[in-house]
């Protein structure tokens, strides 16, 4: 599948607005991901689009990055997160990114920082504002999202792919009760295991703890979490909003005193779910939302 070939079949899933349905999922990597052992559909990373109700569209679009400890990825931090992304009158691609064991960083980082550029590459087609893409993640998708607010590049011009010739930086990024540290005694251990393997060298340890990659130019970013999560420690939430307020980052951090971790939109505990309420009022404020 081609660039042309890939943003028709865009166009023809965002003209289908108002059926609930999703596009099929598309290849972000129409050529072949890099690094790809193979062409099974693990092998292959896409993403699935949802588009809000017609005429009720924003312009704004977030990629939505599903958790699962990178060896997994949990449907309820996926589709039903883009659909309440729509009835905001946000656009919303789940990423279908490469999972361990077959696969380690680089490749999580390399598929989000492609569907970034991808949606960027279409803005024109798929009627999206290039200054208004996000990226979201939960738990170790948290990371992955806090990795391309942190590990981002402005494009390559010369490149013959279109797509490799637009910026990977998100406009916003939204982190939920996300991994942020590579640091043992702080991270969640399976997570590491998965992106870095058994034994990573301290400089990768470092390099993939995004907290300590967070400079004035990381994007606004939301945060939220609970204070007795029993997988992933609350620190990691606070560490990335510290390392916001040093390098003078705008951010807004939600860490409720109860709740376990994995709990998606919370729509059984009327206390948790509010926090949908808090980032509605979050995205307003950017402008994502009307």
């Not at 059926?19 to 896409?46: C, F, M, N, R």
């Amino acid at each position: 599948m081609n660039l042309i070939a890939l943003s028709l079949l865009a166009v023809a899933a965002f003209a289908n607005v108002g059926s609930s349905q999703p596009s099929p999922p598309i290849p972000i990597w129409p050529a072949g991901a890099p690094g790809a052992k193979g062409s099974e559909p693990t092998d292959v990373p896409t993403l699935t689009l949802y588009a809000p109700q017609e005429g009720q569209a924003s312009g704004a679009f977030i990629v939505v990055c599903p958790g699962g400890g990178y060896g997994g990825l949990a449907d309820h931090e996926g589709p039903v997160i883009a659909r309440w992304l729509n009835t905001l009158g946000i656009s919303a691609g789940v990423l279908k990114y490469r999972l361990a064991p077959r696969y380690m960083h680089p490749a999580m980082m390399n598929d989000v920082n492609r569907a970034i550029r991808t949606v960027r590459a279409n803005c024109a087609e798929w009627k999206i504002d290039p200054k208004r893409i996000g990226v979201m993640g939960f738990s170790a998708g948290g990371h992955l999202a806090s990795t391309a607010a942190t590990h981002y590049d402005a494009g390559h011009p010369d490149a013959a792919d279109a797509v490799e010739r637009v910026s990977s930086r998100p406009n916003l990024a939204i982190l939920c009760y996300p991994v942020v540290t590579m640091e043992a005694g702080v991270t969640h251990g399976g997570s590491r295991n998965n992106l870095l393997g058994p034994s990573p060298s301290a400089e990768l340890i470092s390099l993939m703890s995004n907290e300590k990659q967070v400079t004035k130019d990381t994007p606004p970013t939301f945060l939220f979490h609970t204070t007795n999560d029993g997988a992933v420690p609350v620190e990691n939430a606070l560490r990335f909003a510290l390392a916001c307020a040093k390098a003078g980052v705008p951010f807004e951090l939600h860490s409720y005193e109860k709740g376990p971790h994995g709990v998606g939109l919370a729509t059984n505990d009327p206390i948790l779910s509010t926090w949908t309420a808090r980032l509605a009022d979050w995205l307003k404020s950017h402008g994502f939302c009307r």
